[in-house]
């Protein structure tokens, strides 16, 4: 209920963001119609259809992505159509000829004769009110990434569609009070004038002025920009009052934000509290080095459950420990459980996962949760998440994020001791020797985090174009602060990753961290892509990643998690240009250590 409100709210500051700016004019163009015939039924189909477009576009994948662009040209084309019958009579007549329903529709809806119907069809207001959704859907500010993240991890759901919907009624609620107060503002206009030619005409102009700005990406560009700006600080600050969920469902919790929360716990001992039972681990759709395992056949069994997902940092920085615990313990009757829950969908193919599997030396069971079954059984949100079971079914303790790793062998040590009936003598924690990737970050000098570059929860991008959503765009790369990126070259920015359509382009970034990691793939058609990596101008040297050389060559091979940076000498703040050689590549996050 609390993250319903808060979605309601969310959707109710959407009128003070510049990025409802083009879909004003829409709403201002029925203020002369009953409320309940004319403005209501837009409203509704509006709402409607944003929640219906915006959970497709989860649910359905890239595919829905697609049909919601075509969704969009069609709207496009048809809200012009309306803004020149506003604006000519004349072509008004022309285009209402056929007959057709669309066409009688939207002849009643523009009103081609001049003349004010006294009973505006509720079908020609729901109809132009869709077309409005499917412009509007793509436009949204922090708070609707929340809830379409969650709709990425929990699948279809009747609450993800009643968050999206919340948020829609919101924004239409303060639209119909703009729409009201409008409808006024236009009767005391008409007054003034001997007609209402010119404002019916002005409107017209208003209208294809919006399906201009929105053709040419102003909406999910500079206005999108100005809308993160403007509206961010307040939803960001709903969430922190109303509180109940994460900065996001499912969030890669980084050492840093766990070293001052959860190392100020009191020590651990043997009377640990009991947090719930273990959940049913049905759902998974494979298991890897192990046959599927059940709640009940653990029993008896000390158990640790780690939610994990491949190209996340914090979570590949753990594995070490896991792997160590794993085989020090198993004799004495620990079963480790690793499950992998994607974030991005091309953490979904069980050859990719398989492949990181083996790569990253995991041995004990892995649950292959892609549809997020087991995730929703244990109410999970975040990557790492670590859950500790005693040999009676129980959660004993938990870990979110990296981190805690000598408290957490305790743990261990106390459930086994638990089960055996005594506590064995040697408790020496393990220290396994990490390199690349998996080693520790160095928390004293990262200032910089994590970022992503699909325009779903694209932060700090630069570049002057502004981002262009679903559709190739040529970029130049601006000049990045701290924590801020840019494209140079032709790409095509998607929902979770941007693609280089041209030989050629870069990413460019300025950040402050000892290492840099760059999530990467070489594209649907699996060709590998060359790129060559400069820092402040120059070829890294012994500043370079484990997955590129001294002279800052390297290869995407895979779709996997990259280390391009780890300076060796002191650390400070870097410019980092990524300049890909071959066409194809999709970039997806930038994370550091």
Not at 318 to 324: D, G, K, N, Q, S
Not at 390 to 414: L, P
Not at 502 to 512: K, L, S, Y
């Amino acid at each position: 209920m609390t993250l319903l409100v808060i979605s309601y709210l969310a959707g109710v500051l959407t009128i003070l963001s510049p990025c409802i700016l083009p879909i004003v004019p829409f709403v201002f163009a029925r203020a002369h119609t009953p409320f309940l015939r004319g403005i209501l039924p837009m409203l509704i189909g509006m709402a409607a259809t944003f929640a219906i477009v915006a959970s497709l576009a989860y649910v359905g994948g890239s595919w829905a992505v697609q049909a919601n662009e075509v969704g969009r040209a069609v709207a496009l084309a048809m809200l012009a159509l309306f803004g020149l019958m506003l604006v000519s009579p004349t072509v008004a007549a022309i285009l209402s000829a056929p007959a057709v329903g669309l066409g009688d529709r939207l002849r009643h809806t523009a009103q081609p004769d001049g003349h004010a119907t006294e009973k505006p069809g509720i079908g020609s207001s729901l109809l132009l009110g869709a077309a409005t959704g499917l412009l509007w859907a793509p436009c949204a500010g922090p708070i609707l990434g929340l809830i379409l993240a969650g709709a990425a991890l929990k699948g279809t759901s009747v609450e993800t569609t009643l968050l999206l919907a919340a948020y829609a009624a919101g924004a239409a609620s303060s639209l119909a009070v703009a729409a009201l107060a409008g409808g006024r503002v236009l009767a005391m206009m008409k007054g003034t004038f001997a007609t209402g030619e010119h404002i019916r005409r002005g409107l017209g102009v208003a209208v294809l002025a919006g399906v201009g700005s929105i053709a040419l990406g102003l909406d999910t560009g500079a206005l999108a920009r100005l809308s993160y700006a403007s509206t961010a600080g307040i939803e960001q600050r709903l969430l922190d009052r109303f509180g109940g969920a994460p900065s996001r469902p499912g969030t890669r919790f980084a050492s840093n934000e766990t070293a001052t929360t959860t190392d100020a716990r009191p020590a651990y001992h043997s009377n640990l509290p009991v947090e719930g039972e273990l959940p049913s681990l049905d759902g998974a759709v494979a298991w890897l080095n192990s046959a599927p395992l059940t709640a009940e056949a653990l029993r008896g069994k000390v158990v640790l459950v780690d939610f994990w997902t491949y190209s996340c940092i914090n979570c590949i920085r753990t594995l070490p420990y896991i792997r160590a615990w794993a085989e020090k313990y198993k004799d004495q009757g620990l079963v480790v459980i690793g499950v992998h829950s994607p974030e991005f969908a091309f953490e979904k193919k069980i050859d990719n996962v398989e492949k990181a599997t083996r790569e990253f030396g995991i041995g004990y069971p892995v649950a292959v949760d892609s549809d997020h079954r087991i995730w929703n059984a244990f109410r999970n949100s975040y990557w790492p998440a670590l859950y500790f079971i005693d040999a009676e079914g129980r959660i004993r303790y938990h870990q979110f994020g990296e981190g805690g790793y000598a408290r957490s062998e305790r743990v261990i040590q106390d459930l086994l001791a638990e089960a055996a009936g005594s506590r064995r003598a040697d408790n020496t924690p393990v220290a396994p020797q990490a390199t690349g990737a998996q080693a520790s970050p160095d928390l004293a000098h990262l200032r910089s985090r994590e970022t992503y570059l699909g325009y779903a929860q694209a932060e700090g991008f630069v570049s002057p174009e502004g981002l262009a959503a679903d559709r190739p765009r040529d970029y130049t790369p601006g000049t990045p602060r701290l924590d801020q990126w840019g494209l140079s070259g032709n790409w095509t920015v998607g929902a979770e990753y941007a693609t280089l359509d041209r030989p050629g382009g870069a990413i460019v970034q300025r950040f402050d961290a000892r290492d840099l990691h760059l999530v990467l793939g070489p594209g649907a058609a699996g060709r590998p892509v060359r790129f060559q990596v400069s820092l402040d101008g120059e070829p890294p040297g012994a500043d370079h990643g484990a997955d590129i050389a001294a002279d800052g060559s390297g290869t995407v091979s895979a779709t996997r998690l990259y280390q391009l940076v780890r300076q060796t000498g002191q650390v400070r703040p870097r410019r980092i240009e990524i300049r890909f050689l071959d066409a194809g590549v999709e970039a997806y996050a930038f994370t550091f250590g």
